[in-house]
């Protein structure tokens, strides 16, 4: 069964400090995507992040980056040097190279403190 | 932006209506996917198109139906609606029809409520 946990229903950050949002999944589908999302409070879906399952280092897209350990089906994303606007939802997906679905995590909740 | 458009932005209706609601996916992709964002559901899947067949389906109520026209947009059809079906609906779209490779772009919603 294909299956995404994320156990942080809420976080809280400082400003320009570091966060990482857990995200651990289960497959049995040898070859996968892992995907973030961030969900604003005006609702859209905003795509971050892409981590194949083969892929031998772990994807940076700017301030986001993903910690990617195989071997513990985690993917957790690392947000650095918040800012006020990162306070959203995030969600962890996954795509398994077969079947045609994504499967959400629940998300977390992120609030940045200035 | 994603690229992904939908409409409306906001629909109001009263319960037992039937309203449509409509995607037009990136430029490029094949694949629109229909999503339902409830407070105590999370995200759910409904259904998946892709060049106009449909190639997976979800937790898709009978009253609920959705196609995908030759232009590649796509619309999603909820009838007899009850209040439980109050929620945000997004649409996605990808280049093809699966694969782990392949990334989902959101549409920005459309936020129905049933009174």
């Known amino acids: 069964a294909q299956k995404i946990t994320q156990t942080q229903p809420g976080m809280f950050v400082q400003e320009k400090e570091a966060v990482t949002l857990d995200c651990t999944y289960d497959?049995?589908?040898?070859?996968?995507?892992l995907f973030w999302y961030k969900q604003p409070s005006s609702g859209e879906m905003i795509f971050l992040i892409y981590?194949?399952?083969?892929?031998?280092q772990n994807a940076t897209e700017g301030r986001y980056s993903l910690n990617f350990q195989k071997a513990r089906k985690s993917a957790n994303l690392v947000i650095s040097a918040s800012q006020l606007g990162d306070s959203a939802m995030y969600f962890c997906?996954?795509?398994?190279?077969?079947?045609?679905?994504?499967?959400f995590g629940t998300g977390t909740s992120l609030t940045v403190i200035p | 932006d994603s690229g992904v458009t939908q409409t409306p932005k906001h629909l109001i209706t009263a319960t037992g209506q039937r309203v449509t609601l409509r995607c037009s996916p990136r430029s490029g992709d094949l694949s629109v996917y229909w999503y339902q964002q409830s407070l105590d559901q999370g995200l759910q899947f409904l259904i998946q198109y892709y060049n106009g067949e449909e190639r997976a389906k979800g937790n898709i109520l009978e009253r609920f139906s959705a196609q995908q026209f030759p232009d590649l947009h796509s619309e999603l059809n909820l009838s007899s609606l009850e209040l439980g079906d109050s929620a945000l609906y997004f649409c996605a779209s990808s280049v093809r029809s699966g694969g782990s490779r392949d990334t989902q772009y959101f549409g920005p919603g459309t936020r129905l409520t049933v009174l």
């Open positions: 981590q194949g399952s083969y892929d031998q």
């Open positions: 997906a996954m795509r398994p190279s077969t079947g045609n679905q994504f499967y």
């Open positions: 497959t049995s589908d040898p070859s996968y995507g």
